[in-house]
Every structure is written in C-alpha cells, then in structure tokens.
C-alpha cells in the first residue's frame, strides 16, 4: 500500500495568514494526489485532483503542487471558514486508495 | 446536481452484520465506480470498497474477507454489507462517487455519513 504522511498533525493560525500543509508518499505517485476539507459533522469536500486542478467553486486563495512523492496545500490568506481538518488522498494504486491521517486547521 | 443519500442500521451487536445503501439522484449512475469510506471517531479516513453499474467490486484488502458491495442499477443504488462486526468498526460511514479521470481517480460527490455504533 501507498502510505500517506502529512505534517503537520496539528496547525493554529490566524485570520490571513499564509499557511501550507504538506503530504509525503511512501512511493512516487506521480501527481495522482487528491485534497479534501472536513469540517465537524460534515462529509470531506474535494478541493484538489492531480495534485494541482482546483474542482469547481474552491477558492483562489487555495493552492496545490507537488509531484512524484511530495505535495502541498497552501492557503495564501486564511479566511474563518477555512478553520476545519485537511486530507489528503492518492489515488495512484487505484484499488487501494488511501488518506493521509489529516491535518487539523485550528484557529490561534 | 449530483445527491447520494444514505441509510442503514445505526447500532449493532458484535457478531452482527452492517447494512447500507446508498442512492444516487442526478447525474448518470452508469460510467462510475461509487465507493464506501468510513471514519472512526476521531480518525482518518479507510477506504472500504466500490463498485460499478457493472457489479465489477473492488475491496480494501484488509476487509475483503468481511466486505461485500452489490448494486441496484433499476433504482440507481448501492449497498454495503460488513459482516461479524465488532467496535473497531465503529465509525462514520460515507458513501460516494468516484470520478475516473487523466488526472486520476478522485471522490467528488459524496453522502451524508451514517454513524454505526457496534456495542454489546
């Protein structure tokens, strides 16, 4: 299986700040790499598919990159409502996807 | 717009088997794989299972010995059977949609969890 590490664990941060989280792969999954927001109670929602392309509605201020086995999603300006838990997901090893353990967006 | 609406039994016993399904309004249902995921309180996210309109099912390895998933294509449903359960599958259960693309496979549309409680 392809593992999946993101650091940090935990973040806090304040309104308009410039944060990034990162996501490492235990094997190169080219940019097969998915992000998702979480917020209590609620589904995950797609923000990021092939590492970088944004699904339909998400916010300028949110970015992805990455390749190979090193990802990042950055929020250029933190917003109240960005305040919620990161995941991301590989979906190179198409039968066993799996989630990184989240990164949790607190406010500080 | 695409909705995936899901239920099933919210408390069992150890030894008993999960159910749920999950219906698809809007959209196609055919040219998908539509997936299972679940969430311990708490936790992260283990992907469970999909299926196709086809009946073509793939399983988590660690769970296929106890994971079957079969669809409904007359009513554009799928369900998720997860038998001798015990409280390390307690958890929030999602179903969703899983896109295939160039840019790989990722899960776009997805229900409202159900809560599945497994306690003597």
């Known amino acids: 299986d392809v593992h999946m590490t993101q650091s940090p664990s935990s973040l806090s941060a304040s309104v308009g700040d410039r944060v990034t989280i990162t996501c490492r792969a235990s094997q190169s999954i080219s940019t097969y790499l998915n992000w998702f927001q979480q917020k209590p109670g609620k589904a995950p929602k797609l923000l990021f598919y092939?590492?970088?392309n944004s699904q339909s509605g998400v916010p300028s201020r949110f970015s992805g990159n990455g390749s190979g086995t090193d990802f990042t999603l950055t929020i250029s300006s933190l917003q109240p409502e960005d305040f919620a838990t990161y995941y991301c997901?590989?979906?190179?090893?198409?039968?066993?996807?799996?989630f990184g353990q989240g990164t949790k967006l607190e406010i500080k | 717009q695409v909705q995936l609406q899901q239920w099933g039994t919210g408390l069992l016993k150890p030894s008993e088997t999960l159910s749920l399904t999950c219906a698809v309004y809007g959209g196609s249902f055919s040219g998908y794989f539509w997936s299972w995921i679940r969430q311990p309180p708490g936790k992260g996210l283990e992907w469970i299972g999909e299926?196709?309109?086809?009946?073509?099912?793939h399983y988590n390895p660690s769970l296929k010995s106890r994971v079957s998933i079969s669809v409904d294509t007359s009513k554009n449903q799928f369900s998720l059977k997860l038998s001798s359960v015990t409280a390390a599958d307690t958890a929030v259960y999602y179903c969703?949609?899983?896109?295939?693309?160039?840019?790989?496979?990722?899960?776009?549309?997805w229900g409202q969890g159900t809560l599945v409680t497994v306690s003597s």
């Open positions: 997901q590989q979906s190179d090893s198409a039968l066993m996807y799996t």
């Open positions: 299926i196709n309109h086809f009946g073509s099912s």
């Open positions: 969703a949609r899983l896109c295939e693309s160039v840019y790989g496979d990722y899960f776009d549309y």
């Open positions: 092939g590492a970088s």
